[in-house]
């Protein structure tokens, strides 16, 4: 089992004059300690070149490295303003695409072994046919010959099911990221994406005051590896989405119980169930008060998310 981030995180308290490279340094060493694998630059090397930011980070770390790409139907979003009609958009999301696809297939020429083609405007789809089609064209572009890399597809913010997983997984991702937090719907993804296709659940909440015990995170990770008989070895676990707003001792709190819950998931039954509330390993005795108090445990002894 893996963790690893959906999202950015807050800056690092450094002084106002750090670089970007002494913040992505302490970026990468957050998540290293956190126990997180495949990691980010945390979004901090700005309009960077994506293969130059690759390269630098990978150089920081002993680990995976990954590169996330904000997606061409998001791009076209984001953009729509400026745009004065829908087929304006629709030509600057295929043309964004095309744009993709060749530093997709730069960043897998260099070697990277993981790129995430965020799309956070899926959600906005819905049963419409127009978007459906334009969503499915622009990501058959931009895999369009692609080989050598994982690519993996996140959809954060909310719930993009309604838009149908033949839209959804229209192009051959390796593995899709969902928001199960603000997206509880995204299950209903998970339970009909093939098994042959990895499944990473958003699964801890981005919320100051959540709950972020390892219980809910293994539970999600055992339900998506019972999906369509999908096993354990294409699930992983992540952050729902952007820490950004978080200061960054909660944040990093975060990410150590993140990389909690996927060293667990490795354990042995027996060993996981020493590492959990015993309320939520028997409800019937935690009902009829049969169980002790939860134990005090790392890596947030005090639960102040403040």
Not at 238 to 262: C, D, F, M, N, Q
């Amino acid at each position: 089992m893996f963790a690893t981030l959906l999202g950015v995180l807050p800056r690092p308290p450094l002084p106002d004059d750090a670089s970007s490279e002494a913040i992505v340094e302490a970026v990468v060493l957050a998540q290293e300690e956190a126990g997180l694998d495949p990691i980010t630059d945390g979004g901090f090397w700005g309009d960077a070149d994506p293969i130059r930011a690759w390269r630098a980070t990978s150089n920081m770390t002993d680990r995976l490295v990954k590169q996330v790409l904000t997606g061409p139907y998001t791009a076209g979003r984001e953009g729509e303003a400026n745009d004065s009609t829908a087929n304006d958009r629709s030509e600057a999301t295929l043309a964004r695409a095309t744009l993709l696809n060749a530093t997709i297939g730069d960043l897998a020429d260099a070697g990277c072994p993981l790129i995430e083609i965020h799309e956070p405007a899926a959600i906005g789809i819905g049963t419409d046919p127009a978007e459906r089609a334009l969503f499915s064209e622009a990501h058959l572009r931009l895999l369009h010959g692609v080989d050598g890399t994982h690519i993996s597809l996140a959809l954060t913010g909310g719930s993009a099911h309604a838009a149908g997983i033949e839209t959804i997984l229209s192009a051959p991702y390796a593995s899709l990221a969902v928001d199960l937090i603000a997206g509880p719907d995204n299950w209903r993804l998970v339970t009909v994406t093939p098994a042959q296709v990895g499944i990473v659940c958003g699964a801890l909440s981005a919320a100051a005051g959540s709950f972020d015990g390892p219980e809910t995170l293994l539970w999600a990770a055992g339900y998506a590896a019972s999906t369509q008989g999908r096993g354990p070895q294409r699930v992983g676990l992540a952050t729902a989405s952007s820490l950004a707003h978080l200061p960054w001792a909660a944040a990093v709190r975060k990410l150590g119980w993140l990389g909690e819950a996927a060293r667990l998931a490795d354990l042995s039954p027996d060993e996981r169930v020493q590492g959990m509330d015993p309320r939520a390993v028997s409800i019937r005795s935690a009902a009829l008060g049969r169980v002790d108090p939860p134990r005090t445990r790392a890596p947030d002894p005090d639960r102040d998310l403040t």
